[in-house]
């Protein structure tokens, strides 16, 4: 443990949190699996959280009361130094406050809270929003975990597949440019499988504005030979995005989203923009999701 990284245990388990970002940068089992992508050369990152904007606005610029202000892609927690507010073994939390730094961006008072609990079964990454400020706070926020794909050495990337808990016939979203299209597109969900490989990530995320399951499974099929599974579940965010590299890599992004990036088109006030929360002074929003590991 040092001043930039705190490791968590539980059972088995391992979490390594990072104070850049609060970012969670290790997911191991008592049998040394990793989970968690390790910020390879395909992608710098491991599991950033995105606030205050989920994808990108239109020319990254977000407009408050006036005035212009330079917001780019995922906004900027990822790359800010959290403050550690507990530091337990099983358990730790972040702090990030709005300063004058910030405010550079974003011209809105809050806090971000990041807490993780670890189980002998998994983690669970709580999202505590508070608006410390006297107007109406918006804002979007997203988790972003990358998982290695394949995640046993040797498996076929095309032998896995996501498993929605729910039946999801409603179309995707795709981008263009960073911004979200207008039009929908076909849903290449089967029931509640979605078979994975690099071709579905051609055309960059898969998004999911429209959701029913609350949970998603993501193991190699029964063909594949048994190997580490996780399932994700979330509360209180809206979307999801599914990613990789358009190029190919070995990791695949299962993201838990309250927002999504600006629709083609849309250039008004940021408060104006679809998909933002609407915190109002001295309120709050509690956004968590939990992710569940197995052999």
Request: glycine share 10%.
């Amino acid at each position: 443990m040092t001043d930039d990284t705190h490791v968590i245990q539980s059972g088995g388990l391992t979490a390594t949190i990072k104070a850049h970002g609060a970012e969670l940068c290790s997911l191991r089992d008592e049998d040394g699996v990793e989970f968690i992508w390790q910020a390879g050369p395909a992608w710098p990152r491991h599991a950033p959280l995105l606030f205050p904007i989920v994808g990108r606005l239109a020319n990254d610029e977000l407009r408050h009361g006036g005035k212009t202000y330079r917001m780019t892609q995922h906004g900027f927690a990822r790359d800010q130094r959290f403050a550690w507010a507990e530091r337990g073994e099983s358990r730790c939390a972040l702090v990030l406050d709005d300063s004058e730094a910030t405010r550079a961006f974003y011209p809105f008072a809050f806090r971000l809270i990041a807490t993780y609990v670890l189980d002998a079964a998994g983690v669970e990454i709580a999202l505590r929003i508070i608006n410390t400020g006297d107007e109406t706070l918006p804002a979007s926020l997203g988790g972003h975990p990358a998982f290695n794909w394949p995640l046993r050495p040797g498996v076929p990337k095309e032998s896995y597949a996501l498993t929605f808990a729910e039946a999801e016939p409603f179309p995707i979203r795709r981008l263009d440019g960073g911004l979200l299209r207008a039009a929908t597109e076909h849903n290449p969900i089967k029931g509640r499988v979605l078979d994975l490989s690099e071709a579905l990530f051609a055309d960059d995320a898969i998004i999911f504005d429209r959701i029913n399951s609350t949970s998603v499974r993501y193991a190699a099929g029964p063909g594949a030979s048994r190997g580490p599974w996780l399932a994700m579940s979330w509360s209180g965010f809206r979307e999801l995005g599914v990613w990789s590299k358009p190029s190919g890599a070995p990791f695949l992004c299962i993201e838990p989203w309250h927002g999504y990036a600006s629709p083609s088109g849309f250039d008004g006030e940021f408060s104006d923009k679809p998909g933002l929360m609407h915190i109002a002074p001295g309120a709050e929003e509690l956004l968590s999701f939990r992710i569940q590991v197995g052999t």
